[in-house]
Nanobody, 116 residues
Framework: QVQLVESGGGLVQPGGSLTVSCAASGSIFSIDAMGWYRQAPGKERELVAVATTGGITSYSNSVKGRFTISRDNSNEGVYLQMNSLKPEDTAVYYC??????????WGKGTLVTVSS
């Protein structure tokens, strides 16, 4: 079992920056990829960024150049640095962890609101 707890969400003005964090516990040795998803009101949950154990990162087109994902080598945390935030970035951001044996885990989410 893997437990994920997000933190760092809040209200930020357009153009501002915010970093959300995810703390992982439990069987963290089994984690392969870690990533961030988000779900805006009325929309489906979408992948924002993912980081593999090998250090490869990928981003959705909507956040490329603005967001940066990073993770602890110990798998104890994954982070999403968000710059140049836009109102359309407003969403609940969820932490995800995928294990080597195909299990998927989710946090409960943290709300990021981008508004002036």
């Amino acid at each position: 079992q893997v437990q994920l707890v997000e933190s760092g969400g809040g209200l930020v003005q357009p153009g501002g920056s915010l970093t959300v964090s995810c703390a992982a516990s439990g069987s963290i040795f089994s984690i392969d990829a870690m990533g961030w998803y988000r779900q805006a009101p009325g929309k489906e949950r979408e992948l924002v960024a993912v980081a593999t154990t090998g250090g490869i990162t990928s981003y959705s087109n909507s956040v490329k150049g603005r967001f940066t994902i990073s993770r602890d080598n110990s798998n104890e945390g994954v982070y999403l640095q968000m710059n140049s935030l836009k109102p359309e970035d407003t969403a609940v951001y969820y932490c995800n962890a995928d294990t080597f044996h195909g299990m998927h885990y989710w946090g409960k989410g943290t709300l990021v609101t981008v508004s002036s």
